[in-house]
């Protein structure tokens, strides 16, 4: 039976290792350094280096809002098995403008502003509509499904 020819790596042969100074000079010797700002188009930046750190003068997301599809209501409520009126609508751009009250859920997309008081989302495929209300299938913890403003990106940063 015939073996294989495999290629060596080199790692297998007797071979000195460098010593730190040496191997860390040799690096710092290929590197070039970058003298003054250049100020090109998007297009063109490829493969270059900023002059200095871009901050966001903004919070990412800006405002609590919806991860899913859903119902947004008091985790207090969301127990399997409780029915709940859905109370009105927070869609994106067009927020609910009152507070949920407890024993009430509103109904919410994706992206969409948090209203007061609601501190979970139950996603749709979670509940069963019963004309203007829902009946929950499962359990629902404060924070479920919610995207805090600043999560991604705080201001600043």
């Known amino acids: 039976m015939n073996k294989p020819v ?3 790596c080199g790692c297998d042969e007797d071979t000195a290792a460098l ?4 191997a860390r000079n040799k690096i710092l010797g290929t590197v070039v350094r970058v003298e003054g700002e250049e ?4 297009h063109v930046a490829l493969q270059r280096r900023l002059a200095w750190d871009v901050c966001s003068p903004h ?9 899913m599809d859903g119902y947004a209501l008091h985790a207090v409520d969301a127990v399997k098995g409780t029915c709940l009126p859905c109370v009105g609508a927070s869609l994106a751009g067009h927020p609910y403008d009152r507070a949920v009250g407890v024993g009430e859920c509103v109904r919410i997309m994706t992206g969409a502003v948090m ?9 749709q495929e979670r509940v069963t509509v019963n004309g203007d209300s829902i009946i929950l299938q499962r ?13 991604d990106l705080q201001a600043g940063t």
Not at 39 to 42: N, W, Y
């Open 39 to 42: 100020r090109v188009p998007l």
């Open 59 to 67: 919070a990412v997301p800006g405002y609590d809002n919806s991860a």
């Open 19 to 22: 010593e730190f100074t040496t």
């Open 115 to 123: 209203p007061d008081g609601a501190d979970c989302v139950v996603m």
């Open 6 to 8: 495999v290629a060596s």
């Open 139 to 151: 359990q629902a913890l404060p924070g479920d499904h919610v995207r805090y403003a600043g999560e």
